[in-house]
């Protein structure tokens, strides 16, 4: 599907909520099914990734099942059982790691895999670690699809050179199947932490010193969760109403969860003007209301301990980048190579399609600003959503209408966006 986005005249205004958190969501449900008990999420997203990871599930017995579109309640039997079929995690690289983790303790062999974009991607980061924990795993030259033996595992304190809230949660939760003993995963800065939030909110045994996450083995006890609006979703109409001249939006129960907002941190380093509204806790996770409005932006350099809790939002920061004056230089985040697509390539790929100064480094990005975008030829979103709702932000403030092919890649993570935009944009 092509989709035309015709420039924005006038400011975005109004108020808006943002549906569920990606990452909180898929958590959400393993960990309820890995109570093996019935729970409730509410407002569980609709993004296809999140309903991969109830695919997965089910095809190992779990009941899920949406009440109405506020509410999944999931029964999961008092133990998982073998698949009859390939499991699918889709294009989802959570639902493929952290399901990897649950697999290697199981007494049974499965294969899981995934679309033609996750088999292109890296798996030898959780075949190391649970293959130290004694799994027998099988793979096409370290990707997948992996044919995972399930066994009683060893516990292991395991050191990995990439902060990754993915390789993180899938050592965790097969350390809560360990056999004997505690399972630790030091990183060498902190990734998301909703793993770590949600199981202690659960009564799992789990502590955190540090970058170094520490599981005995246990089992999650079952609670009502409730999912919060995903920053990475909202980073999409901060960005909007920070380059659109004369907008102001409030975003509603977005999650504030410190290891998740780099992008407020950055954007207000940049001279955006945010205001967090009504912060508050819920299920262990901090949540606020965001109100942004238009301002002028500056360049900055953006690197090291900052880039996991903004990995996700650097395609749509090199949208604001090149409408910030000065220099932005993004540093450290070779690991976007690894994402849905290579970002570090696609964006600048796109991005240059608008005519921005933007050059290509080994772990980051250079953009110059401030660049009048205007859009020549197709632009691609190489199966990658975010990079579909990145042009498409770029494509508000452009010179002239902007073409994206394939679109409906947003719906891996965000099938509500376009709606939501029209409603900020009348
Ligand atoms: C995620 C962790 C991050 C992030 C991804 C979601 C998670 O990946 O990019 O979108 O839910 O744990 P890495 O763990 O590979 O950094």
């Keep these: ?53 109830l695919n997965v599930l089910r095809a190992l017995g779990v009941d899920a099942e949406f009440k109405n579109d506020k509410e999944l309640i999931i029964n999961s039997p008092k133990k ?67 044919t995972i033996c399930g066994t009683r595992l060893h516990p292991i304190d395991y050191n990995y050179e990439i902060a990754s809230a ?6 965790l939760l097969a350390g809560m199947h360990a056999c004997d003993g505690p399972t630790s995963f030091t990183e ?30 246990c089992l999650p006890e079952p609670k009502t969760l409730i999912i919060p609006g995903d920053i990475s979703s909202a980073a999409f109409f901060m960005a909007a ?12 129960n977005v999650n504030l969860n410190p290891t998740r907002t780099g992008i407020v941190d950055v954007m207000k380093q940049m001279g955006a003007d945010i205001e967090i509204l009504d912060y508050r806790l819920e299920c262990n996770e901090e949540v606020g209301d965001m109100r942004i409005k238009y301002s002028e932006l500056k360049g900055i350099t953006i690197e090291k301990d900052i880039i996991p809790r903004l990995i996700d939002e650097l395609p749509i920061i ?35 399609k608008f005519n921005a100064k933007i050059k290509e480094t080994p772990d980051g990005f250079i953009i110059e600003g401030k660049t009048k975008l205007t859009p020549s030829g197709m632009l691609e ?24 092919n394939e679109f409906q890649w947003v719906n891996t993570s965000f099938p509500e966006f376009e709606a939501l935009m029209e409603r900020i944009r009348v």
Excluded: W
């Design 80 to 146: 998982f059982t073998k698949p009859q079929t390939i499991l699918d995690s889709g294009n989802s690289g959570t639902t493929i790691r952290l399901m990897s983790g649950v697999l290697a303790s199981q007494d049974f062999e499965s294969t899981i895999t995934g679309d033609q974009s996750l088999q292109k991607r890296p798996m030898k980061r959780v075949i190391t670690p649970l293959e130290m924990m004694g799994a027998k795993i099988l793979s096409n030259n370290n990707k997948a699809p992996l």
């Design 1 to 53: 599907m092509i989709n035309t986005v015709n420039p924005q005249t006038k400011g975005l205004n109004g108020i808006i909520e943002i549906p569920a958190d990606k990452s909180i969501s898929h958590r959400s449900s393993i960990f309820s099914a890995l109570t093996h008990n019935k729970a409730t999420i509410k407002n569980y997203s609709h993004g296809e990734d999140c309903l991969s990871t």
């Design 188 to 217: 060498p800065f902190k990734s998301r932490d909703h793993t770590e939030k949600m199981l202690s909110y659960m009564n799992a045994d789990i502590t955190t010193n540090g970058n170094t996450v520490s599981i005995n083995p």
């Design 318 to 352: 090199a949208v604001l980048a090149t409408q910030a004056e000065g220099t932005t230089t993004v540093k450290d985040a070779q690991d976007l190579r690894n994402k849905e697509s290579d970002r570090i390539k696609t964006i600048c790929s796109e991005l240059a």
């Design 241 to 252: 109403a920070a380059i659109v001249p004369n907008s102001d939006i409030i975003l509603k």
């Design 381 to 404: 979103c190489y199966h990658d959503h975010r990079l579909a709702m990145s042009m498409y932000v770029a494509g508000l403030i452009a010179g002239k209408p902007s073409q994206i």
């Design 166 to 171: 993915q390789v993180k949660s899938c050592v």
